[in-house]
Nanobody, 123 residues
């Protein structure tokens, strides 16, 4: 399984970006999916997760109300809509596929990881 994250870039504070994570190799429609991020000098942190059906989602407190995770199982793709971006959102963003149908806020249990896409928010 390969996960290809895309959609990152440079944006001004207050702007928006939409990240995509396309899976290839096999369907991930039965897997929970997650987004994590890692800023320079910091540990990888949880951003958002979504269950296989899309009905269950959860977010880090730092992004709640600004970010939205969604998925299109027909396209084998997960999205992260990021609005009202702040400089502290600057990081490399990674998508990951969990071993269960729900996903988790912990990096453990994610079997597959994408290569990451850089998001830079200028002040």
């Amino acid at each position: 399984v390969q996960l290809q994250a895309s959609g990152g870039g440079l944006v001004q504070a207050g702007g928006s970006l939409r990240l995509s994570c396309a899976a290839s190799g096999r369907t991930l429609s039965n897997n929970g999916m997650g987004w994590f991020r890692q800023a320079p000098g910091k540990e990888r942190e949880f951003v958002a997760r979504i269950s296989w059906s899309g009905y269950s989602t959860s977010y880090a407190d730092s992004v709640k109300g600004r970010f939205a995770i969604s998925r299109d199982n027909a396209k084998n793709t997960v999205y992260l809509q990021m609005n009202s971006l702040k400089p502290e959102d600057t990081a490399v963003y990674y998508c990951a596929a969990h071993g269960t149908s729900l996903g988790s806020s912990s990096p453990g249990g994610y079997d597959y990881w994408g290569q990451g896409t850089q998001v830079t928010v200028s002040s």
